[in-house]
């Protein structure tokens, strides 16, 4: 049988009902991108990166995320679990920590195609593309990712503001400009 995008989401809303949501999402996303061939088929050819919604409720959201080569995401936090998983490339992760005065590094994490990363929903990081491909995942969270208020931080002097999701889609815009002036041969 093949998988489809509302078999991803279906998996993932009937783990959202279980006593532990948050693992046994992770479990669901681990058999998920433990076949990365059947998750790259049923979302399709990546052609530039982005944020695609494959599903939104008040207690779920289900994203594709495509991060552009050389790419790099501020510290931000998603006041909600997260789970990702990777079935392509790799994330870089950096994770921080509020402190009086902003934030300090609290390590890091890569992240490589066929592996999974919970956080919880007071986690705070920031997310990079270091590679030469586009670094494909699953992301799940355990609300509304688009209605929740989120803050980020400024990646040079850690001030916090408000998350600007438009602001995050104009990165990815420019990362993906950089990516397509590096890759034309006809620059070359």
Not at 42 to 65: N, Q, S
Not at 99 to 116: F, K, M, Q, W
């Amino acid at each position: 049988m093949t998988l489809e995008i509302d078999d991803i989401v279906d998996r993932c809303r009937r783990a959202r009902a279980e006593s532990t949501p948050q693992l046994a999402i992770r479990d669901v996303v681990a058999e998920l991108v433990a076949d990365p061939n059947s998750v790259a088929e049923a979302i399709g050819p990546i052609v530039e990166g982005g944020i695609k919604l494959l599903h939104r409720a008040d207690d779920l959201t289900v994203l594709h995320i495509a991060w552009t080569p050389g790419m790099r995401l501020m510290p931000h936090d998603h006041a909600m679990f997260a789970v990702v998983g990777m079935y392509g490339g790799q994330e870089d992760n950096e994770f921080f920590r509020r402190t009086p005065g902003g934030l300090e590094t609290a390590g890091g994490r890569e992240l490589p195609a066929s592996e999974v990363l919970v956080m919880g929903d007071d986690v705070i990081h920031a997310v990079a593309n270091r590679r030469e491909e586009y670094a494909v995942a699953l992301h799940v969270y355990g609300g509304d990712f688009f209605n929740a208020e989120r803050s980020e931080w400024d990646p040079e002097t850690f001030v916090e503001r408000p998350r600007d999701l438009d602001g995050t889609t104009r990165l990815f815009a420019a990362a993906n400009a950089a990516w397509a002036a590096r890759s034309d041969p006809a620059d070359a």
